[in-house]
């Protein structure tokens, strides 16, 4: 900043603060009656206190405004009192007639604080405007000339309709007054008087025509507001301004005005605003216009270098200015430049008027924005709400620009963009993006478009995009992005030549060293591999990969590593068993989308007690309940996506699957349609799985999964053979589950009851009884449990029992058991927090079988 | 366009306000406490625009006192957020060579004169320094004679 404005606002705060900050330093105030009722009012803690010293004022005023000793000097005084009660909220009506009888009858200062009591208290309709006619004209057709300027300044901010004609004239004939002022004040009555009756100031146009090429800057600027005004309703109208107006904008660039119009070394900033603001309509879908304006544009942006806050406001005008009219090609590369400094400013204000300026250019050229792609995902992470806000509204529109091509080529969105925006949408949204969006976009970059040469290209472009992406730094990607990369150059990376299938394992086995990967971003990482693995340069790697995961303790990891190593040597199996998605039909893929198979699973879940499904928007509030960020602007991406295809998504099982005469073909037994061989046989893990769907739709019920992550982690740390739950996805076959336990404790019931007083996880569950012909329920049920399962009878009395097991040292589990009708009521116990839970599941398990 | 001009303290408690679109009386107290507000509780590194209801607040503070110009969506901020500047420098020329150590506040209806010049029917009108005062200095000098 210059050193005139540093100085200035140093030397503010003093003349400022007075009453502000330093209570009763003002010496004049004590002989002022204002001041002082302004101090008492400050030093006051409360509306009612304040309430009451307003009211005892107002009626002092009262009584001495209608007193007939009181003189135009005193009702001065009293006026601007009322003033200020009235400011706080405090009517003061009585003295409304005053104030125009003070404007009336005062003195110049009297006079000038009536009319501004009269602008402050009535509005247009007030019953007393009437009155003040008279006195306004009167005071137009004073010698004072400050009276003149009075009357005029009043006019022009409020004066009734209906007697605009009284006035009309004498206003008029203001326009040619020698003084710059009168003549400057009567121009803006006259835009007053086209405000409020346009009609009664239609036949003196040619006379705003004089004020525009008046010789004082201040009769012309006077005369803009008019024409922007007068533009905005009807631009063809004025085009042969045109260049009066490009000519005046030059000159005033130019420095040709008196040096008083400079604010801060910059020529009459608010008059080139507008000068531009007037450009811009006027140029607006006309070529010719437009072309006339070019230069001073050009040079308008030149000059606006110096490091000013009002300069860059002129700056943004001028971009604005540039992206309205027809475009110019240089131009439009000098404002973009332009805008890009200011999103990349470090200043706060100025990185919100360059998101604005994005906002609106990207209405005409989208491409600009991409440019800035990272600054405007950065402006995501800024604090400032208002900065988020309009970068919301800018990626709403880009996605509206996507969704909706218009079919001028000029602004259809091709594929680099398309991609492009994809990427900040993926970057941005983060960890809280709907699972649906990225499924979505998946499906619609797996269909393509109706031309197969274009959908190939966007494909190649998105593998191009991914792998620069992984080249670089991927760390910081957000998990359902990496995901989304990973399922893309699994599925399509053969299609760019270029990229070598040993570089993009490379990249895939680079995301699974990254520290802030997840389990599930692996397995998406490891199902690319497997697709994407082939030669003998690839192998190593693969190798590595599988022996690390292969004992992953998580199932599904443990899964996709096995697929992995039995699929990469076996490329004919996996061709068969993987079908690259591009060579299909894409619903070609049998899906029994009613899951009818599970369907005797269920309800016999139901019966023992298992929780009911509790459907996806439920979960999703829950969720979305813990996480703060708002998902508005990805809920409208999504939607937006979504009306692109007519199709919903396949995603998730829980969705509805609307895919109508599919053959059903999933059984109890597994895939029937004897396509798919199990490549060897059943190991001490359990079969590996064979997925040939896109991890699209492979996900299971995720309580379910859960719950057999829970239970293989909770059965792991032993002495025994390690428990597998080899839990597959819908489309294969279920494998053995080996469920091995502990040893035994020999608990005695003593024992037992200041043991189950002490723990405190516990749960409660119906099981179904287990009926023989040889025993009761109760001990058959038992038996059941026990053989499986190893748990230890403690004792059984009657309908009741009481069991315990023990799955390491400190980790005992308490079980007590009652016959309840047909079901068997148990409750369990342990100090472990997942035990009670995961050991009802086997128990359910167990006793399924029988 | 400007829709009203406020001069308010931290406590909310109004020095000046001018509006430029109709806003009852009963409403204007509720409407500055609550503006003031909204801008007490903007940090150092924030904009100084903020959305405020369906318009816009453009806000600079000196010292303790707040300027607050509310604005439609079309005005261009940073060049209001500069007339805000201009209206400050123009009462630091007007009130340091007149009237040294009097408070701006206690001269209400000059400040008023001030603005009067600047702005109207929510327009900017003029901003040459000289010639805003000039009227009031005219004025000044009739009175005193």
Redesign the interface.
Known sequence: MSDVVEKTLTALPSLLLSVDSQPGSAKLSTSSKLGSLIRNITELTSKHEEEKLIQRELSSIKDQVSSPNTTMRQMKELMVRAIYCEMLGYDSSFTYIHAIKLAQQGSVLEKRVGYLAVSLFLNEHHELLLLLVNTVLKDLQSTNLIEVCMALTVVSQIFPKDMIPAILPLVEEKLNHPKEIIRRKAVLALYKFHLIAPNQVQHIHNKFRKALCDKDPGVMGASLHIYLHLIQENPEGYKDLTTSFVTILKQVVGGKLPMDFNYHSVPAPWIQIQLLQILSLLGKNDPGTSEIMHEILEESLRRAEMNHNITYAILYECVKCIYTIHPKSDLLEKAAKCIGNFVLSSKINLKYLGLKALTYVVQQDPKLALQHQMTIIECLEHPDLIIKREFSQLLMLLHVLMIFPINNNTYAPDNEWFIQTMNAVFSLGGETMQPDITNSFLKLLSEGFDSVEEDRKLKVFAVNSYVSLLEGEPEKLPQRFLQVISWVLGEFSHLQQDVGAETVVCLLDKLLHMKNSTSETKTWVLMAMTKVCEGAACAPLVQSVCETYSSSLDTVLRQRAQELQHLSRDPALRARVLPPVCTREPLEVPVDSSLSFLDEFVSEALAAGAAPYKPSHQRQEELAQTKGVSTVCLMFVCLMLFLTRADVCVSQLSSSLKLEGVKRVWGRGGYEAAQVETPSPPQEGGDPSISHTPPLTSEDTESKQQEQQLASSMFLGLDHSSVTLVTHTHTHTHTHTHTHTHTHTRTRTREYGTMWLSFSNDTKQNLTLVHSENEGPLRATLNVLTEDLHLHVVEIIGMEAIVACRLLQDQPCLMHCRVHGDALAVWLRSPVPELPDCLIYHCQRALQGH | MIKFVLMV??RG??????YYT?VE??R??ALEADVVRCCLSRRK???????YKDFKLVYRQ????FIVVGITDKE????I???I??F??V??KY??RV?S??????S??RV??IL??IV??G?????????IL??LN???K??DS
């Open positions: 303290n931290r408690q109004t020095r000046l306000s001018r109709p009386l009963s204007r107290a590194e924030q904009c100084s625009f903020v959305e000196y010292a303790a006192l261009n901020e940073l060049s957020f500069e007339l500047q201009n400050v420098e009462l630091d009130f340091s009237v150590s009097c408070a701006i506040m206690f209400l209806d008023h004169f009067d010049e109207q029917n327009l900017v009108v003029e901003t040459n320094r000289s010639r000039t009227p005219a004025i000044d009739m009175s």
